[in-house]
C-alpha cells in the first residue's frame, strides 16, 4: 500500500494494510548544513523505510536570525544548550521584529526542503516540517524560568513579543509551501501542569497555535501535532484542526486508547522513547509495540514514540520497532 494512502485510512479510521511506522531523530552538527542534514534525513529514512520523515532542525534554527547561539555539547537527544539568550529584561520582546525567511538561519531551513524535495521526487515518501509554537521559540529565547516570570510580571510585552513570532511563523510556511511538504510537525510546548496553568496556557499558547494551524494551506493533510510534556493539558487541544495527534503516552497519564476519545484522526506513539526503545532490549521494544497496536486496534494509530529518539538509541532496538508493525 502506498505511504499516503496508509497514514490517509489510519487517519481516516479504516484499516490499512499494517498500522503506519515512523521514528524521528535530532542530527547535531550534520544539521548546520543543508546538504548535510538532508542526506542525513535520507540516509535514516533509507535504512528504515519509515512511512513519513520528519524534518527535525536543530530548535533554534527561528531563532538564530535574532541573535540566539547554542551549540551541541553531547547531549543523547541530539539537543544543542543554548549559549545566548535573546531577551533578559520584558523590555527585550519589545525589540523582536518578524523575520525574513528568504534571508539567513530560515533561509537555510528553506534551502534543505528543496533539497529534500528534489531527492524524493520519485518517491511515494511523505514528509513534515518541525515548526515551533511561538511560546516554545519565546522559551528558548529567554530561558523557561525568565519567561514565566515575564509572563506573570509584564503580559503585554510577552504578548507583543509572541504577536511577532507568530507573523514570523506565518511567513516562513508561506516559504516552505513551494517545496510541497505533505504538512507540518508543530511542536507546542509548555501545555503542561509542571510549568503553566490550563489559564495560563489559554492566554498564551492556545491564541497563536490556532493563528498558525488555522493559516496553514489546504493541501497539507499530514499536520502532526506534538504536545510535549509529561503532564499535558490534552483537554485545551482537542479541537486543534491537525489529523494527527502526539503526546509522551507512555510517561503521561493518558493512553493511546483514552486519546483517541478526546481526538479526531490518528493518535501517534506506543513505545516509551527511553525506555524501552533506549534503554530496554528489542523484545521489550517489541512487547511495548504489540500492546499499542492492540491497544488501539490498529485504527487511528501511527507507532512511533512520544518524543525524538535519543541518537545513542541501539540499532536492534528500532529494528525491533520497525519490524513490530510486519508481523503484528
Not at 508561506?174 to 489559564?199: C, M, N, V
Not at 499558547?205 to 504536545?227: C, V
Request: net charge neutral; with cysteine; proline share 7%.
Amino acid at each position: 500500500m502506498p505511504k499516503r494512502e496508509r497514514l490517509e485510512r489510519a487517519i481516516n479510521g479504516d484499516l490499512p494494510d499494517r498500522p503506519p511506522v515512523a521514528l524521528w531523530r535530532h542530527f547535531p552538527v550534520d544539521d548546520q548544513r543543508p546538504p548535510d542534514f538532508v542526506e542525513s534525513l535520507l540516509s535514516f529514512q533509507r535504512q528504515y523505510d519509515w512511512d513519513f520523515i520528519k524534518v527535525t532542525p536543530a530548535s533554534s534554527y527561528c531563532l538564530l536570525d535574532y541573535g540566539a547561539q547554542d551549540e551541541w555539547v553531547g547531549s543523547l537527544e541530539g539537543t544543542n544548550r543554548y549559549a545566548r539568550r535573546v531577551v533578559k529584561r520584558s523590555a527585550d520582546w519589545l525589540d523582536l521584529r518578524p523575520l525574513d525567511p528568504t534571508r539567513g538561519a530560515l533561509a537555510a531551513q528553506v534551502s534543505a526542503l528543496r533539497l529534500l524535495k528534489e531527492a524524493l521526487k520519485d518517491s511515494d515518501t511523505p514528509y513534515v516540517m518541525t515548526i515551533y509554537s511561538p511560546l516554545a521559540q519565546a522559551k528558548n529565547l529567554a530561558g523557561l524560568e525568565t519567561l514565566i516570570l515575564h509572563l506573570r510580571s509584564a503580559p503585554e510585552r510577552l504578548h507583543t513579543a509572541l504577536n511577532t513570532l507568530t507573523e514570523s511563523t506565518v511567513r516562513l510556511i508561506e516559504a516552505i509551501r513551494p517545496t510541497k511538504p505533505s504538512g507540518i510537525f508543530y511542536a507546542a510546548q509548555l501545555a503542561d501542569y509542571a510549568h503553566l496553568s490550563e489559564a495560563e496556557y489559554r492566554e498564551f499558547g492556545q491564541p497563536y497555535d490556532l493563528r498558525i494551524l488555522e493559516a496553514l494551506p489546504s493541501e497539507w493533510w499530514l499536520n502532526i501535532l506534538h504536545i510535549h510534556g509529561d503532564s499535558p493539558m490534552l483537554e485545551l487541544f482537542t479541537a486543534y484542526p491537525a489529523q494527527v495527534v502526539n503526546w509522551h503516552d507512555r510517561s503521561s497519564a493518558v493512553s493511546l486508547a483514552e486519546g483517541k476519545l478526546k481526538f479526531k484522526g490518528a493518535v501517534c506513539g506506543g513505545v516509551g522513547q527511553w525506555s524501552p526503545l533506549h534503554n530496554g532490549t528489542p523484545t521489550e521494544v517489541r512487547a511495548q509495540a504489540r500492546e499499542a497496536i492492540e491497544q488501539t486496534g490498529g485504527r487511528r494509530f501511527i507507532l512511533s514514540t512520544g518524543c525524538v529518539m535519543p541518537i545513542t538509541t541501539p540499532l536492534a532496538n528500532i529494528r525491533a520497532l520497525r519490524h513490530a508493525v510486519e508481523t503484528g
